[in-house]
């Protein structure tokens, strides 16, 4: 976690002492760094018998983390709205105004 932490701030010193620079690489270097993190993930776990097993249950698990988190936002966004908005017909009514 050490090695970590202070691989960061060495990047941090670099970019500060760098920061006048035009470094017009480093977008696209930061992206095929990601994609090439991303692979090798893939490769690790597809090489992992016990998670390869286990594929059906954890994409079952993960589809139902998902949709519950879906439902859980839209019933909380819902529920702001018409929080929000029952301010704005009682206003409405207040002023003598249409609420519809």
């Known amino acids: 976690m050490l090695k970590i932490v202070a691989i960061m701030f060495c990047g941090m010193g670099a970019g500060y002492l760098l920061r006048r620079k035009r470094l017009a690489f480093v977008p696209l270097t930061i992206t095929v760094l990601i994609w090439l993190l991303?692979?090798?993930?893939?490769?690790?776990?597809?090489?992992?018998?016990?998670?390869?097993?286990?594929?059906?249950t954890l994409g079952a698990e993960a589809l139902l983390l998902s949709f519950a988190g879906i439902a859980g936002s839209v019933a909380l966004a819902w529920a702001l709205w018409r929080?929000?908005?029952?301010?704005?017909?009682?206003?409405?009514?207040?002023?003598?105004?249409?609420?519809?």
């Open 38 to 56: 991303l692979f090798f993930l893939g490769v690790d776990v597809g090489s992992n018998p016990s998670i390869i097993q286990a594929v059906s």
């Open 83 to 100: 929080w929000a908005s029952r301010g704005k017909r009682n206003n409405q009514r207040q002023e003598g105004g249409d609420c519809s």
